[in-house]
């Protein structure tokens, strides 16, 4: 099999129904149930097929239903009477939304025991994406986010290691912009080498998986929560890695709008290879400063973005700044710890990026020629010559 390569077609799987209206006294009514972006609609042409004498009393519109997912990302389905003649749920009028859970009664009529038979509910159980399974064998969660995992993967030819982050898909009705295919987007038009690369994709109906490259380090989170700070030399390498990822990512007008330690992926530390992710938050500017929406996360968050005021790339220099402070001095370390640094070539650097004023703040190419940068390069130039 050939190995998939960044930009390859999403893989749309048929998602299995999540569940099965059953009628109880008439076993040939079977109503697959799927997940769906906005409410299901049952009534009398629902029925029709099956030829049962007890649903002509259905109205055209008699009930509602919702499936979704809760926050602890549990399929909850919910009724809704639409009718006059009345919809319930285990005895209870669905006048307002109801949960009906599985094994549940669902009754019709003008009281809860009169009417056709009881519809019962009953679970299916949902698999992931089954092509996604044909390629990759999905092993234990290696990390967490608000609306996504990521866990390990290996490839069934080759049993090479990869990420993938399985992404919940929006449960809004007729939400259309969706984050994910956003992300997704961006990634493969800003193609850097200190940028995580997409292998492949493949969604069904309630969930995008992503697979990427696997960090074999983790992220500079991870390494601060072991070290609780970092040497200064892989803090330089740090800015030397991101900085060319940043400027490329400026370049075709996006914003990351979340650079912290967690989004800093390690791939290697001798020689350094350090790599940009996560753009669930990033945005293109359109021709100007971006809206005055606070988004990230806030303590890496830039002064004028905090404030409300209109913000555009400069944000995600400070926010670089903020990372690489922390990786100095610990990840919960005041700024006002800043004039304490011994190296005065790494307090000029940090202090310009960490400008309140984006007007004077310093940019990506001030960053890279900074003599802070270049002072290690010439070290390891000579030690080179030594060696020879």
């Avoid at 609306?147 to 390990?152: A, E, I, N, P, Q």
């Avoid at 929006?170 to 080498?193: M, W, Y």
């Avoid at 912290?260 to 530390?269: D, E, M, R």
Wanted: proline share 6%; hydrophobic share 40%.
């Amino acid at each position: 099999m050939a190995q998939p390569t960044q930009g390859n077609t999403i893989h749309n799987v048929p998602a299995p129904p999540c569940a099965t209206l059953v009628a109880l006294y008439h076993p040939t009514i079977q109503i697959p149930i799927f997940r769906a972006y906005k409410p299901l609609i049952f009534g009398k042409s629902t029925f029709q097929p099956f030829h049962i004498d007890e649903t002509q009393s259905l109205e055209d519109k008699h009930f509602s239903l919702l499936v979704c997912l809760d926050e602890i990302e549990r399929l909850t389905f919910r009724i809704r009477d639409l009718s006059k003649q009345g919809t319930f749920v285990n005895g209870l009028h669905a006048s307002n939304t109801k949960e009906v859970r599985y094994g549940g009664f669902i009754t019709f009529g003008t009281t809860p025991l009169k009417g056709s038979p009881a519809l019962v509910l009953q679970l299916r159980k949902q698999s992931p994406a089954p092509q996604i399974c044909n390629e990759f064998r999905i092993g234990k969660i290696i990390g967490e986010g608000g609306f996504s995992v990521v866990k390990l993967a290996h490839r069934h030819c080759t049993d090479t290691k990869f990420a993938v982050k399985v992404i919940r898909r929006c449960n809004l009705p007729g939400f259309s912009d969706d984050p994910t295919q956003r992300e997704i987007d961006i990634i493969r038009a800003v193609k850097h080498p200190n940028i995580v690369s997409i292998i492949d994709i493949f969604q069904d109906i309630c969930r995008h998986y992503v697979v990427m490259e696997l960090a074999p380090l983790g992220s500079a989170e991870d390494l601060l929560k072991e070290r609780m700070h970092v040497d200064q030399s892989l803090v330089r390498e740090t800015a030397r890695n991101i900085c060319p990822a940043l400027q490329c990512l400026h370049r075709m007008n996006y914003v990351h709008r979340d650079i912290k330690p967690a989004n800093l992926l390690l791939f290697s530390l001798d020689p350094p290879l350090i790599k940009l992710s996560d753009f669930g938050l990033a945005r293109k500017l359109a021709g100007g400063p971006l809206f005055q929406s606070i988004v990230g996360t806030r303590s890496y968050m830039a002064p004028e973005l905090i404030s409300y005021q209109q913000y555009d790339a400069r944000v995600d220099i400070w926010s670089l700044g903020r990372t690489l402070f922390s990786l100095l001095f610990g990840i919960d370390e005041n700024l006002n710890k800043l004039p304490l640094l011994p190296c005065d070539l790494a307090k000029q650097v940090l202090m310009g990026m960490l400008e309140k004023d984006p007007e004077v703040r310093w940019s990506l190419e001030e960053v890279l020629q900074s003599q802070w940068l270049e002072e290690e390069e010439e070290e390891e130039e000579e030690n080179e010559e030594e060696e020879e």
